[in-house]
C-alpha cells in the first residue's frame, strides 16, 4: 500500500570538502559550542568491552578519502537502541584518509516481528562528491549473515565478505570500504 | 531504482562524483530497528547564540562582515506534520567566498569575527531561525574552475536515522544556480527548486536585516521499494 504523500522530501546535496566546520568543528580550530557531538557513542566503555575499529574508504582510483565524514549507530550489547547512546561521529584522517572508532560490540538485534538480526553498526556515509549518503552495515560473523533471511536468497553472496571486517583478536577490528571495483562494499537504500 | 527528486550519484558533469559513486546499484532492503530509531539531541547541547553567526566567533562583540541575513523556516514531514526536536547544524563560507578551514585553497581573506557555523534545534512547531551574513560565491576546480552559487550547508537529525539528511540552501535569485552540476545532479527540474530559499520581506524584525525564508522535509518511513515496485509492473 502506498500512503498519499503531499510533499516530496527535500533532496539531498554534498556535504562538501568543508564538513567539519560545521560537523566536527574543533577540528577546524572553532571551539564555540558546548560538545561536539558524536565524540563517542558510549560514555565510560570498560576496557573489558571495548572494540577498536579502524579502516579506510577508497574511491574509484583505490584512492582513500581524505574528506569523509563517517556517522555510526548502533544498539547497546543488549541489542537496544537508545536515544542518547550508540551515536559516533568519525572523520577521515587528512594525511591518511583513516578512521578510528572505540566502541563496544553490539548484541543481536531483536526485530518489531521477533525475528533476530545479527549484530551490526550502521555506517552512513558523507563527502565531497557524494551527492547522497552511502549507507553500509559492518557485521561481525559472515556465516550468520550468510543464513540470515534478509541475505538468503540474495545473488551477492559472494558479496557479503564486504560486509565483514578483518580481525585476529575479536577486539581489534579492519573495516575498509570500497566504492568501486572488486572489492565494491555493499551499499543499502530503504 | 531512481527517485527522481533525489540527485543522481553519479553525475558525470560533477567530476568527483565519477569515482566516488557506487558501480552496483543499493541493496534495497526492509528498514529495520536501525533506521527507524536514531540520535535526539536535548537542547541543552545549546548555547544561546548557537544560531547567531554574526555574533558566535565574535572577538569583543565585533560583528561578522557582509551582508546580515536571517534564514529561517519549517521542517516537516511528508504530510505537512511539523517536526519539533530536529537538530539543525549549518556551516557556511564567510562573504568574500572563504571557508574557515585549513583546506580551503582560496587567498580570499578570512574574518576574524566569523567561524561560519551554527546550531539550532526546532520548536514545537517545527519553526528555526538562524542569523547569519550572506555567504560568498566561490571557485572550484570541476571541468576548470567553476563557481560555486552561494550557499549554506544545513544537516539534520529528525527522529530516525531513515531521517538524517544534509542539503545546501541556495538563494533565490542567484545566477549561477543554473549552471551548477550539484543541483543539476537532480533529475526532477522542480526539485531542484525546493533548495533555493526564498526573499522573505515578511518578518518585521526590529534589526531590519533581510529574511530568507527555507522549509525542509524529511522523509518518512515509506519505502522506496514499494514505491518502485508499483511504478515499474
Ligand atoms: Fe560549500
Redesign the pocket.
Known sequence: MVKIKNFIDTPSQTA???LHIGCTPSITGINIFKDELGSTPFKNISLNEEINIKGKIYDGNNDPIIDAMIETWQCDENGKYFNYQGFSRRVTDFKTGEYQLKTIRPGNQINENGTISPSYILFWIVARGMNRPLITRMYFDENEIKSDVMFKNLSIQDRLKTLIPYTEDKKNFVFDIHLQGKKETIFFEF | MIKKHQPLRRFPDYKSSIVRSPENEPLLINFSNSEITGPLFNKNILNENDNNLILNFSKNGEKALGQEIFVHGFVKDENGNPLKDVLIEI???NAGGK?RHQNDPSNTKLDENFGGCGRFITSSDGYYIFKTIE?GA?PYPNRGIEW?PK?I?FSLFGSMFLQRLIT?MYFEGDPLIKSCPMVNSIPDINARKLLVGKLDLSKTDKEKILGYRFDIILRGKQQTYFENKIEGS
Do not use: E, I, L, V
Request: proline share 15%; net charge positive.
Open positions: 562538501g570538502p568543508f | 556551516w557556511q563560507a571557508y555567504p566561490y560555486r550557499h550547508h545546501q
